[in-house]
């Protein structure tokens, strides 16, 4: 299994792997899940509140919702 997939099956939420890994290749594993979990979070409270924008201005945040 390739590394995006085990981060996924750690953690899958609104970040996307492929492009944090290419531009930060040197982060662990945890630093990886720890920035994937903090961003979900911001975006999770927004897209619950209704916010049309909830993935505005967060890094690496996916266009489409997947809860």
Same mark, same amino acid.
């Given at each position: /299994? =390739?590394?995006?997939?085990?981060?996924?099956?750690? !953690?899958?939420?609104?970040? $996307? *792997?492929?492009? /944090?890994? %290419? =531009?930060?290749?040197? #982060?662990?594993?945890?630093?990886?899940?720890? !920035?994937? @979990? @903090? #961003?979900?979070?911001?975006?999770? $409270?927004?897209?619950?509140?209704? =916010? %049309?924008? +909830?993935?505005?201005?967060?890094? *690496?945040?996916?266009?489409? +919702?997947?809860?």
């Amino acid at each position: /299994m =390739d590394r995006i997939a085990l981060l996924a099956a750690k !953690f899958n939420g609104a970040i $996307k *792997y492929t492009p /944090m890994l %290419q =531009d930060h290749p040197e #982060w662990t594993d945890a630093e990886c899940i720890a !920035f994937a @979990k @903090k #961003w979900h979070a911001v975006a999770l $409270k927004r897209h619950k509140a209704g =916010d %049309q924008r +909830w993935n505005n201005g967060i890094p *690496y945040c996916r266009n489409v +919702w997947k809860g």
